[in-house]
């Protein structure tokens, strides 16, 4: 086993890094005393959360304590802890191993099954977690009376928007903001036809993973396995809504609303009492990602890029919990096992021992680069970077179902636009 200093040497002789990353690489390190090991799956998760771009910089800039100010609860331990402790790790200048023992007194404070240094499962670890955190720094701070409300006469996608402000009416973070997706649940009688929907938010995935002949499969398997159509038939019969008896029903998930931060757990552990676990070699992707097969509305756009993984090697009886990140400064891939952090080649993070998986939405997801065969707006856009006052002209792919559209006539945008491509913009409704 190398040694921190051994490590450093080894990257400082690599010679691939500033001195700023090596510091926030060094700052990455976790050590627990003598209870090292059996924290393990504490320190994957904190890993793969301090590298969380969007929610390391809520701490560092401590936009945190805005939203726990905003609120009158008297509990905020939690989240102060958990904030000082990404703060140290980011910005310490001293290369020794940071200890999280006060965020862990917090943590046994919220959820008391983490009493002890038993080994734990990091999926379990993550979603108490991110609840403990999220409800610290809830924006709702007196959750309105649950009225019983039926959407059901709408149109699924609005249907779907509704559920969602009504979700956030109740609970509304930073945490939300990143973490937090829509599931729609459809229900398929195969009687009448009718077809009913239910929409949820979801923290996580938990997908099956899919049993081929051979070692590997792949993460869209497993994608598939979890949305395919699932026959509920006897017993499970459920009512139909039109027929008003149990029929025979189809059911099918498919993503609604797609987080910033989708989290893949792999089900590698049986879920009676974690007797057996599956070692099978699931092959995802460390770029594009692209989940829109599963999606909902056809128009909505969903690639993800990896960022972190949490890995569980060994048996249900003795394991250990790694973490392999992407430091979101440089880029680099590492190695976090407690108090050791080591550079890795991005070649290694696929293996067998991949257990929860962190995507990050591309941004080019989110912002469509328009294509010279598509129909394109033009827009105004006034320089507010500089004191040029230019008004320039840029173009939008013509997308009338995204209202979001207007608003971003009122981005800074600096007009840098190449008039050879405003010449194919030949229609220009507003302006
Ligand atoms: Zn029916």
Known sequence: ???????????????????????????????????????CFMNSILQCLSNTHSLRDYCLHNSHRRDLNNNSRTNTALMEEFAKLIQTMWTSSSSEAVSPSEFKTQIQRYAPRFVGYNQQDAQEFLRFLLDGLHNEVNRVTVRPRGTVEDFDHLPDEEKGKKMWSKYLER?????????????????????????????????????????????????????RLFTKEDVLDGDEKPTCYRCKARRRCTKKFTI?????????????????????????????????????????????????NLY???????????????????????????????????????????SSDAYVLFYELTSSSRIKAPRASSPL?????????????????GYEELTPHRPAWFSRLSLPLHYNTPMSLLASSSLSFFL
């Not at 599956?278 to 690639?303: C, G, W």
């Not at 990140?325 to 550079?343: I, K, M, Q």
């Open 171 to 223: 609970e509304d973070s930073k945490i939300v903001d990143l973490f937090v997706g829509q599931l729609k649940s459809s229900l398929t009688c195969s009687h009448c036809g009718f077809c009913s929907t239910v929409f949820d938010p979801f923290w996580d995935l938990s997908l099956p993973i899919a049993k081929k002949g051979y070692g590997e499969v792949s993460l869209m398997d497993c994608m």
């Open 256 to 304: 609604q609303k797609f987080p910033k931060i989708l989290v893949l757990h792999l089900k590698r552990f049986s879920e009676a009492r974690r007797t057996s676990k599956l070692s099978t070699f699931v092959n995802f992707p460390m770029k594009d990602l692209d989940l829109r097969e599963f999606a909902s509305e056809n128009s909505i756009n969903a690639v993800y």
């Open 308 to 350: 972190a993984v949490s890995n569980h090697s060994g048996t249900t009886m003795g394991g250990h919990y790694t973490a392999y990140c992407r430091n979101p400064n440089s880029g680099e891939w590492y190695t976090f096992n407690d108090s050791r952090v080591t550079p890795m080649s991005s070649s290694q993070v696929r």
């Open 1 to 39: 086993m190398p040694s921190m200093r051994q490590s450093y040497t080894e990257m400082r002789r690599k010679g691939s890094m500033s001195g700023s990353v090596l510091v926030s690489t060094f700052v990455g390190l976790l050590i627990n005393q003598a209870k090292v090991r059996d924290s």
């Open 377 to 393: 707006w033009t827009v105004d856009k006034l320089c507010l970077e500089c004191d040029c006052n230019r008004i320039g002209r």
